[in-house]
């Protein structure tokens, strides 16, 4: 594999099958990191001072990326609620967390293929992100077929995919609001998560929880990081326009209580986590 990592990205994007999309995504990582994928075209300079890379082309305009025909994509509203006490209603669980694993390997390769401007080790930490992706959803699938399920046994919601279409226009907002909103919330349920399945005995779920959070906390840092660094390059003070953000685009989606202490490993400041207190209500 050589040539463009935007190209490589766009068919990651493309591909539809989970087999598909996630050896691509392993081969495509491989390679970016073998410096056979290059980001090439015109270079303008970076707020950091290592600069920028750009491509004249530019991407296309964002649509839903490659899907299987499973699951059906519903309103979160029509997702039955199932407890823990039954095999199914684990699996339903674990389905939950592999479709979100799955929607976040395409936001990974989004977040390459569509900002042009950015330094280098932007595109090294993205390409990273979705590589780890591919791997948890590949545990998390190979978890439901050792339960004799598979994904696209179960309904799932589309809000994810939602996010990144309204942030496409935009770096910092993309930054700030997928990783660090809607990923960033998997910081809060999953230790609570991880207890009750340990307390059902379902140690194999909760072993793969405990890769997942680990790994997620460096994935929301990503996106610190980065949304600090776009503000930096747009002279914006991070705490006020994180706010702003959040009260355009996330009210609706926050939810307490916060993992504090895994928030603010993975980059946010106490201004930010009282923003996310005081809007969640």
């Not at 979100?100 to 330094?119: C, H, K, Q, S, T």
């Amino acid at each position: 594999m050589a040539g463009s990592l935007f190209d490589a990205a766009r068919a990651c994007l493309d591909a539809a099958s989970p087999d598909d999309k996630v050896a691509m995504t392993h081969a495509t990582a491989a390679a970016f990191r073998e410096g056979t994928l290059t980001v090439h075209a015109g270079r303008a300079a970076g707020a950091d001072g290592h600069g920028g890379t750009g491509d004249a082309a530019g991407p296309e305009p964002i649509r839903m990326p490659g899907r299987p025909p499973r699951p059906r994509l519903v309103h979160p509203r029509e997702l039955p609620r199932r407890g823990f006490g039954t095999d199914e209603g684990r699996a339903a669980f674990i389905h939950a967390i592999a479709h979100i694993e799955f929607n976040a390997i395409d936001l990974g390769w989004d977040a390459v293929y569509r900002f042009r401007d950015m330094p280098e080790q932007y595109y090294a930490d993205w390409v990273m992100v979705a590589d780890d992706e591919a791997r948890h959803f590949t545990m998390l699938r190979t978890r439901l077929q050792a339960m004799d399920f598979d994904y696209g046994a179960f309904d799932a919601h589309n809000g994810l995919w939602e996010m990144a279409e309204k942030t496409a226009h935009d770096v910092l907002a993309r930054m700030a609001l997928v990783p660090r909103v809607l990923e960033a919330r998997g910081l809060d349920v999953t230790p609570g998560m991880i207890v009750k399945l340990r307390a059902l005995g379902d140690h194999a779920t909760a072993d793969i929880l405990e890769v997942i959070l680990r790994e997620e906390v460096a994935h929301v840092a990503a996106g610190s990081r980065w949304f600090r660094w776009c503000c930096g390059r747009e002279s914006i003070a991070p705490e006020p326009r994180f706010r702003e953000l959040l009260a355009e685009y996330a009210r609706a989606v926050l939810h307490g209580p916060f993992n504090v202490d895994a928030r603010s490993a993975a980059g946010f400041s106490e201004d930010e986590l009282a923003a996310l207190q005081q809007l969640a209500g």
